[in-house]
Nanobody, 122 residues
Framework: QVQLVESGGGLVQPGGSLNLACAVS????????MGWFRQAPGKEREGVAA????????PYADSVNGRFTSSLDKATNTLSLRMNYLRAEDTGMYYC????????????????WGQGTQVTVS
């Protein structure tokens, strides 16, 4: 069973940066579709970025394209999300997901989820 543990969230000013990490156990980090999602209070969970086809395809949500970068570290079995030029609207709980299939930004297409890490931009 895949286990995911996110870290790296926190409070940051607008324009700042954060690095999120998702430690993966029970599977290799590039063997299945993995994604980053976020959820703001009162809103639905939305896809932010993903690593598909063993990491060869990296889609991003339009709202973060050019500001966020997702990467895989096979040596440490970690999925990372570098977030630059953060905005207030980036605030939310960020989740790592694994064992994905189909459309990358649909939460129901993933079988495993981490507990989330809070990002607050203010």
């Amino acid at each position: 069973q895949v286990q995911l543990v996110e870290s790296g969230g926190g409070l940051v000013q607008p324009g700042g940066s954060l690095n999120l990490a998702c430690a993966v156990s029970g599977d290799t980090v590039n063997s299945n579709g993995m994604g980053w999602f976020r959820q703001a209070p009162g809103k639905e969970r939305e896809g932010v970025a993903a690593k598909c086809f063993g990491g060869r395809f990296t889609p991003y949500a339009d709202s973060v394209n050019g500001r966020f970068t997702s990467s895989l570290d096979k040596a440490t079995n970690t999925l990372s999300l570098r977030m630059n030029y953060l905005r207030a609207e980036d605030t939310g709980m960020y989740y790592c997901a694994a064992s994905g299939r189909g459309q990358w930004d649909v939460p129901d297409n993933y079988d495993s989820w981490g507990q989330g890490t809070q990002v607050t931009v203010s």
